[in-house]
């Protein structure tokens, strides 16, 4: 899976911040509702409009950006 067909930043999508593509959902805020303890069907519920594989493509981004500092 290469996340970069799922996630893209553009300053003019909420400033800039790494965004689920063609949505306004955040990297950050997937992020923080998994460290709160949300599952992927919660995330679903919550977000319908979520693409499949997103939160996978989001956690695979989070591991490279960590890999890398």
Do not use: H
């Amino acid at each position: 899976m290469n996340y970069r067909d799922y996630i893209s930043a553009d300053y003019r999508v909420m400033l800039g911040k790494p965004v689920l593509t063609g949505t306004r959902l955040s990297v950050e805020l997937i992020l923080r509702k998994l460290a709160e303890g949300a599952t992927f069907d919660d995330l679903t519920r919550m977000y319908p409009d979520l693409p499949t594989g997103s939160i996978q493509a989001i956690l695979q981004y989070a591991a490279d950006l960590v890999e890398n500092e």
